[in-house]
């Protein structure tokens, strides 16, 4: 039985693999744009989508070059960021989760 440590951890990363989905979708890029852009391979990228593993916070600075903050990749927290930029990507949070369930429920 999962601890409720583990439980919020895991809610933490689905939410923060799902922004960075829906970020990816709002840039145009491809799964191995945004991997080279976090400066991940693109097989790891796809394995952290699959699993819902959260890449390490230091591999965000190329986000936040384009005008995100770190609040908002992490966290959902929109204080400090351009309003449109977050209603555009967050216009792209639905099909990101789809993506993402349809990719976790064809690797079972």
Not at 73 to 88: A, R, Y
């Amino acid at each position: 039985m999962a601890s409720k440590k583990d439980e919020e951890q895991k809610k933490f990363d689905d939410e923060y693999v799902t922004r960075l989905e829906a970020i990816r979708l709002h840039l145009g890029m491809k799964n191995g744009d945004m991997a080279s852009l976090l400066g991940i391979a693109q097989n790891t990228y796809s394995t952290n989508l699959k699993h819902g593993y959260a890449p390490p916070p230091h591999r965000l600075r190329k986000l936040i070059e384009k005008g995100l903050t770190s609040d908002f990749i992490l966290f959902g927290i929109t204080d400090h960021m351009d309003q449109i930029l977050v209603e555009k990507i967050n216009s792209n949070m639905e099909d990101a989760r789809a993506r993402l369930e349809k990719l976790r429920r064809d690797q079972q």
